[in-house]
């Protein structure tokens, strides 16, 4: 334990937890304050932020006669960064005997908020208060063409997705527009959202006419578009709209690697080999009859693939668009946890500057989810995940990898921890 001192007030009564002298970054302004003290409670709500003032030798009269002055951990935080943590806006979560590796990959990378985008039942079973479990938004299992065969059966299944506590409802595809409509009239009516793939067939002013879509996934329905001034327009309806974009570059991006390369991952050696061997399954089946010159043609079209999405981000972000981050860490050899990282690189990219990138990664999701005020900004009276990092991010947004601790729902949990835990389980 790097820094920490754990006493136990002698009361047992607090759990509160004070960091002292650190560097704030709070990212939704443009502002830095350094040689803060920050005042964290047992849920997680930051109860005080306050220039760093060494203790009185008042105060520690008064601490030697009552024991303790109410915080139950203390953090020297001098030469050190806090910001707010980071949510991850699509994932897709792994098998239940992966589920607690994969939370804590995620956890000492930063992220302690998600959302889920391929719902299974299972999933309304997940521990929300266990010890490696960040936020999360469930979507129900995702509807499909077929979804939309027999309308009162949907209807059914969206009202009890709905009873059931999903929080909102995953479009993988529709095959009509008019479809589309009754969808959004029957979740409208159930009073749950929608959010997903762009649905073909539907243009994006009709999607945000709707009034109950949430956010559109992969860049899906800009990127169909060809003409300048209609992704101009387009941005400008999703804008109006309240509606989101979760880009997901990483995703494809990712598929132009070599296996060499993509062995050659920081974080592989904190995955399962169950893990591992399912990859190198699902690279062997795509790869299964193509030559080695095939392949690499392959990997071109991809890497030419990745930077047209790139440029479609580059313009969403100069046209002002609402963005979310996540990297989509569902292929091969996207390590969870470390691939978010891989994301913020993409974002850097085009042009953002560190602190817009930090905003939008621990902000923008609570403020989609209408919970701008409740979380995700470092801010008093805010009950907003934190990241110790040893290192600025403002300097250099990598450094946004380089985490000493995290404070999920009040708990510190170290990454040097975590990691000799997936080590030596
Ligand atoms: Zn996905």
Redesign the pocket.
């Known amino acids: 334990m790097s820094f920490a001192q754990r006493d136990l007030p002698s009361g047992g009564v607090s759990c509160a937890t004070k960091i002292t002298n650190i560097t704030v970054i709070p990212a939704h302004v443009d502002q830095v304050y350094e040689n803060q003290d920050v005042e964290i409670a047992c849920d997680g709500e930051i109860t005080k932020i306050s220039p760093h003032s060494e203790p009185t030798e008042e105060d520690s009269t008064h601490f030697a006669q009552f024991g303790d002055d109410g915080f139950s951990t203390h953090i020297d935080g001098t030469g050190k960064f806090l910001i707010a943590a980071f949510s991850d806006a699509?994932v897709?979560l792994p098998k239940e005997e992966e589920l607690e590796r994969f939370f804590q990959l995620n956890l000492m990378n930063g992220v302690t908020s998600m959302r889920s985008?391929?719902g299974e039942s299972w999933h309304l079973k997940i521990d929300k208060n266990g010890y490696y479990t960040p936020k999360l938004y469930l979507s129900a299992p995702p509807l499909v063409d077929s979804s939309f065969v027999n309308i009162d059966s949907l209807q059914k299944s969206i009202q009890q997705y709905a009873r059931e506590g999903w929080d909102f409802v995953k479009l993988l595809s529709v095959d009509t527009s008019l479809n589309y409509t009754k969808l959004q009239r029957i979740a409208k009516a159930a009073k749950i959202k929608v959010a997903g793939h762009s649905p073909h067939g539907v243009s994006i002013q009709d999607l945000c006419n709707q009034g109950n879509f949430m956010s559109i996934?992969?860049l899906g329905g800009i990127s169909d578009l060809s003409d300048m001034e209609q992704i101009v327009y387009a941005i400008k309806y999703t804008n109006q709209a309240g509606i989101y974009h979760c880009p997901?570059i990483n995703?494809a991006h990712s598929f132009q690697f070599t296996k060499e390369k993509l062995l050659a991952q920081e974080g592989l050696k904190y995955v399962s080999q169950s893990m591992t061997d399912a990859w190198d399954e699902e690279l062997t089946e795509s790869a299964k009859g193509r030559s080695e010159e095939e392949l690499t043609q392959f990997r071109m079209m991809v890497k030419k693939h990745s930077s047209m999405m790139t440029s479609y981000l580059q313009f969403l972000y100069q046209q002002g668009g609402n963005l979310l981050l996540s990297p989509?860490a569902?292929g091969a050899y996207n390590v969870p946890g470390y691939s978010y990282h891989d994301e913020i690189q993409h974002f850097k990219e085009v042009g953002m500057s560190n602190r817009e990138i930090l905003h939008i990664a621990s902000s923008n999701m609570a403020d989609m989810f209408g919970e701008r005020e409740e979380w995700g900004m470092l801010k008093t009276g805010a009950t907003t995940d934190l990241l110790i990092l040893n290192s600025n991010p403002l300097a250099d947004i990598s450094n946004a990898r380089d985490i000493d601790a995290v404070l999920m729902r009040g708990k510190l949990i170290f990454s040097s921890d975590i990691k000799s835990n997936l080590l030596h389980p």
């Open positions: 699509h897709h985008m391929r996934e992969h997901t995703w989509d569902s």
